[in-house]
């Protein structure tokens, strides 16, 4: 077995003892408990209110994001207070409590979020994540759906160490979270093309672009010294953002030319490759995704980004940054919940919004131009990646790293990427690719995968493989539901089900959300399950596999434990009734709601008379 990676000297020595209000928190299996459309893009809403909220005045008077945080980080306590709390987000860390453990009083615990652009690291940047959530968190990394990495359980002493120690290896978890361009993202994909090289690079081009200027992050975390002096210079490190910074978080994904493994049209600003062959032209720029909502209130709603223009590679950044500045300027800074560009967009119109691009680019943008249809692919398996060596993609169940029982995918992990060194690459479908793996070395990895049980994609179902939840309880303080817990036993009775009505090869993607801000994006799945309230969920279906359709309400307020027999009639109605080559998103968008469960009842009351 490979040896752990040794540590920087500042996480040698031995660590100090818990408090026991400061434990970590651990992930036991749950056990499945006894027994608005989402479709709609609206007019107009509703103004918000006049004024700016609470956060807007956080931001303001935050000084380049540092507030009071070198002083609340000295505090002896297990937790930040007031304002510092929300500007932790700008820093890439979210102030949690341990939700199982609630008696009375919290107990204070972080997660520490990666800034990777497109999901690329290092074996070693890799092996530091490794061993950070090993000495500070609660032993497991959790891949994003955004293509980071999540820390979960570190305690407030431990976070200066957990960043000083990230930032030594060339990670960042600056604009991680916060109301910043978080993440940039694109296609995952490791074969080694002229076109995907470029995107990689523009990736990294448009995260590092829009990284906020302020010093704040070096002088709280990394070397504690004033990087400016003064309220003047702090202003002016903020070109593009401005003093209060944006809205809303703002998410940019770059998709390759015919893959959608990125979701792309769920984004602030889509950006669809045009290639010619191996020269990549340009991108069509898409504006207004977005998928958070709020249950019953109608003017919050999931929304697919609109074709705004043709940009070539050289435009590419100047336009974005418009984008973004017309969110900044217009946004609504009132109410939160309104304040994401997919509004602005549904308001204003495509063309109102072309128009005050082209009034700050100072020329016209060009149309969209055709593309190539776009595919849902997870990049898994075994693949020659196009320079002589090889890739393999890894399922991980719901992106959490951990060793189970018999599949021990943390310390399979840890042995080939200590061993080999091969890169590192997530995808924003919560799966590990291991990259630029010599042919020879091959048959010896997979007798590892084999050795510590992490099973290949070939023995997966399709269902498994293509599932998705967030991390819910217990450390989401957003969470109204189980997500990422239960959704393995939700699988495991869809695999029995599906195998039982001859469908067990059949693709679709189930994604499963605690609330319904949307972050493993459940409305474009074919079936969409949010949670509601404790133990139930809201139904969604009718979405596309390649992620370019929305879904919409099946059924509201289903127990967990009548999810798969609520879901069980609608697969015996298309099996019956699809058209060849028809999936089960697309069958449900074709018969709609009405048909579904006038089938549904009568199989219920055949069952009964029965």
């Known amino acids: 077995m490979a040896s752990k990676p040794v540590l920087p000297p500042h996480l040698n020595a031995s660590k100090p003892a818990v408090a026991p209000a400061a434990k970590k928190v651990g992930l036991p299996p749950a056990k499945l408990p006894p027994g608005r459309s989402a479709a709609g893009v609206g007019g107009p809403l509703p103004a918000g209110k006049k004024g700016k909220s609470n956060v807007e005045a956080i931001k303001e008077g935050s ?25 932790l987000k700008f820093h890439g860390i979210y102030q949690q409590d341990d939700r199982d453990s609630r008696k009375g009083t919290k107990e204070y615990i972080f997660m520490v979020r990666s800034r990777l652009p497109g999901g690329k690291l ?20 959790r891949i994003t759906t955004r ?19 990230l930032n030594e290896t060339l990670v960042t978890t600056l604009a991680a979270c916060g109301d910043v361009v ?28 829009f990284l906020p200027r302020s010093g704040a992050y070096h002088e709280v975390w990394i070397d504690g010294e004033q990087v400016y002096n003064g309220q003047e210079h702090v202003e002016q490190i903020e070109p593009i953002y401005g003093k209060a910074y944006l809205p809303r978080k703002f998410k940019i994904g770059i998709a390759s030319p015919g893959d959608n493994s990125i979701d792309v049209y769920t984004n602030d600003v889509g950006l669809v490759a045009v290639a010619d062959g191996d020269q990549l032209l340009g991108f069509n720029v898409l504006v207004g995704g977005g998928l958070g909502m709020t249950h019953k209130k109608a003017d919050t709603y999931p929304r697919l980004a609109d074709e705004l223009a043709f940009v070539t ?16 300027d217009h946004g609504d800074r009132s109410n939160r919940k309104h304040a994401r560009l997919k509004y602005l967009v549904a308001e204003w119109g495509i063309d109102r919004f072309r128009a005050e691009l082209e009034k700050r680019l100072g020329y016209a943008v060009k149309k969209p131009v055709p593309v190539p249809g776009l595919e849902l692919n997870l990049f898994l398996g075994w ?3 196009g320079d002589g060596k090889w890739f393999v993609g890894l399922s991980v169940e719901n992106g959490r790293i951990v060793d189970a029982g018999e599949r021990r995918l943390k310390s399979g992990l840890h042995e080939i990427i200590a061993r080999f060194r091969p890169g ?33 994609a070939y023995e997966l179902s399709n269902a498994r493989k293509f599932a998705m939840a967030c991390p819910a309880m217990p450390t989401c303080g957003l969470a109204i539901a189980e997500s990422e817990r239960v959704l393995p036993s939700v699988i495991d009775e869809l695999e029995a089900e599906l195998a039982r009505l001859g469908l067990g090869d059949e693709k679709l993607t189930v994604r499963m959300t605690g609330c319904p801000n949307g972050c493993a994006r459940p409305y474009v799945a074919d079936v969409g399950l949010v949670g509601r309230s404790l133990d139930r969920y809201t139904i969604f279906l009718g979405g596309r596999m390649d992620g370019t359709r929305l879904n919409w309400q099946y059924e509201d307020l289903v127990p967990l434990t009548e999810i798969v027999s609520t879901l069980r009639p609608l697969f015996v109605y298309f099996k019956e009734n699809r058209r060849p080559g028809e999936g089960f998103g697309d069958f449900c968008e074709r018969v709609g709601p009405d048909a579904l469960r006038q089938f549904a009842t009568s199989q219920t009351e055949h069952a009964v008379a029965s």
């Open 122 to 141: 290092t074996a070693d940047q890799y092996l530091v994540h490794e061993a950070l959530a090993d000495r500070f968190g609660n032993g497991t990394l």
């Open 63 to 87: 000084r380049g994001l540092r507030g009071q945080l070198v002083a609340e980080l000295a505090r002896e306590t297990d937790h930040f207070e007031g304002p510092e709390s929300q500007l």
């Open 383 to 385: 693949h020659e990646q």
């Open 424 to 456: 590192v690459r997530l995808t924003t479908n919560q799966d590990i690719l291991l990259t630029d793996i010599e042919p020879a070395d091959r048959t010896r990895i997979d007798e590892i995968l084999s050795a510590y049980g992490i099973r290949q």
């Open 182 to 209: 978080r993440n940039v993202i694109c296609t995952p994909s490791p074969f080694k093309t002229p076109v995907q090289r470029q995107i990689d690079q523009i990736a990294k081009e448009l995260a590092d672009y």
């Open 313 to 328: 590679v050289e435009e590419t950044v100047a336009v974005v940054e418009e984008i973004i500045k017309i969110q900044r």
């Open 147 to 165: 293509q980071g990495f999540q820390l979960h359980g570190v305690i407030k002493a431990d976070l200066k160490a957990t960043i000083k120690t």
